[in-house]
């Protein structure tokens, strides 16, 4: 498998920018091969292996394990160096890592800085659950007095109030309605 991890990833680089699979005339010469039989069995191995499928007019079609993405075996710290490694121990579908419902869940563009010491930066999608409820300590995003915010929800004197995660902006007090409208539960964030 070690030669069709190789050819694997060159599909799902094809993938990401065509955002469709290619033809096997298309794969025997992204792939070097010199004939279609061999586009074709490589197919019938990743097929076997779960990243293919065809769809009833026997096109193909990725699967959900064609967008997992490998996790290194071994944890790289973020304080003092350790022995490096490049085992690679499991793989992982940011979708269902990040999303467990997917039906109720939204991405949201942050615009601002009030969250920045939360870890939540101008620019990042932060993962919203659809939820009207939320606990003490949660980040939400909620409408306050008619306007969308992004704050972490806090309770003084047994009224709601929403936090920034920056000391230059002050507490939101609602004066009229506060509606959550979700709970943040992951964040994305793409570096340039």
Do not use: C, W
């Amino acid at each position: 498998m070690s030669n069709d991890r190789t050819y694997l990833a060159k599909l799902q680089d094809y993938y990401a920018q065509y955002r469709v699979l290619p033809s096997y005339a298309t794969l025997s010469k992204l792939l070097g091969f010199t004939s279609k039989s061999s586009a074709a069995a490589l197919v019938a191995r990743l097929q076997r292996a779960g990243y293919l499928s065809s769809t009833p007019d026997k096109r193909l079609s990725p699967t959900r394990r064609f967008f997992e993405r490998l996790i290194a075996q071994y944890p790289v710290r973020a304080g003092l160096p350790n022995p490096a490694g490049d085992g690679v121990d499991d793989a992982l579908l940011l979708d269902g890592f990040l999303v467990e419902h997917p039906s109720e869940t939204i991405m949201v563009r942050v615009k601002g800085d009030s969250m920045r010491d939360a870890g939540i930066l101008e620019d990042d999608l932060v993962v919203v659950e659809k939820r009207h409820s939320a606990s003490r300590g949660d980040i939400v995003v909620a409408i306050v007095d008619n306007q969308f915010t992004l704050k972490r929800l806090d309770q003084e004197n047994g009224e709601y109030v929403l936090r920034s995660a920056n000391p230059a902006y002050a507490p939101l007090r609602p004066q009229g309605q506060l509606e959550i409208i979700g709970v943040v539960v992951g964040l994305a964030r793409k570096y340039k």
